[in-house]
């Protein structure tokens, strides 16, 4: 495996885990869409390197969109606030909705956009998650449909995923030193 780069702790998922990942996942929502012919919506910006991946994986007809939202800046924490920055170009009713995203912390974030995608009556909405992140005694506010891995509750980059708009080209998902943010 490629050294980690200097700011990363530890490696959790590699490119090779990762692609067994998305070729798995690939394959469930082939499975469960095969007549469905879902709109895939990534959400910006994390989610857009596990959506390249994880729709040429899928292969039943299919299209896509993107939203982009906004709830932690820059930093670690959430704000409990969600903002919509950019909003789908398709129009959602009747139809299957899959929204893909990179990790689920609290599940706030997704739980707004499902409440506020629902009110456009689509025909179904799922979410797949590239990553869950494990918080003791604590459930996330949504339950994804499909789950690429379980990660422990630490900041976690790469693979999409930024700190300040960093790190988010590294080909794995580690953790980032605390240090780089304390
Ligand atoms: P939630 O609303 O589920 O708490 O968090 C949603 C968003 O927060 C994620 O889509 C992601 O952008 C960001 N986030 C949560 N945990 C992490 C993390 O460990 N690392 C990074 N880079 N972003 C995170
Ligand atoms: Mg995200
Ligand atoms: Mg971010």
Redesign the pocket.
């Known amino acids: 495996m490629a050294e980690a780069h200097p700011d990363i702790e530890s490696i959790l998922l590699s490119e090779e885990e990762i692609k067994e990942i998305v070729a798995r996942m690939g394959k469930e929502i082939t499975r469960d869409y095969a007549d469905k012919n879902p709109l895939v919506i990534a959400?910006l910006r994390?989610?857009v390197v596990f959506m390249a991946d994880v729709m040429r994986a899928i292969t039943c007809p299919m299209s896509v969109d993107f939203m982009a939202v906004s709830?932690?800046a820059d930093g670690?924490k959430?704000s409990g606030v969600?903002r919509i920055v950019k909003d789908l170009d398709t129009k959602i009713e009747g139809r299957n909705v899959l929204i893909v995203?990179?990790?689920?912390?609290?599940?706030?974030?997704?739980?707004y956009l499902m409440r506020m995608l629902q009110s456009r009556n689509p025909a179904s909405i799922e979410i797949a998650a590239f990553v869950v992140?494990d918080i003791e005694g604590k459930k996330?506010?949504v339950e994804p449909r499909y789950v690429g891995a379980h990660?422990p509750n630490?900041?976690?980059?790469g693979y999409g995923?930024?700190?300040a708009e960093r790190?988010r080209n590294l080909p794995y998902l580690g953790i980032?030193k605390p240090s780089v943010y304390e």
């Open positions: 959400v994390g989610a709830s932690y670690v959430s969600v995203e990179d990790i689920l912390d609290s599940g706030l974030t997704l739980s992140k996330p506010a990660v630490a900041f976690v980059v995923l930024d700190y790190y980032l």
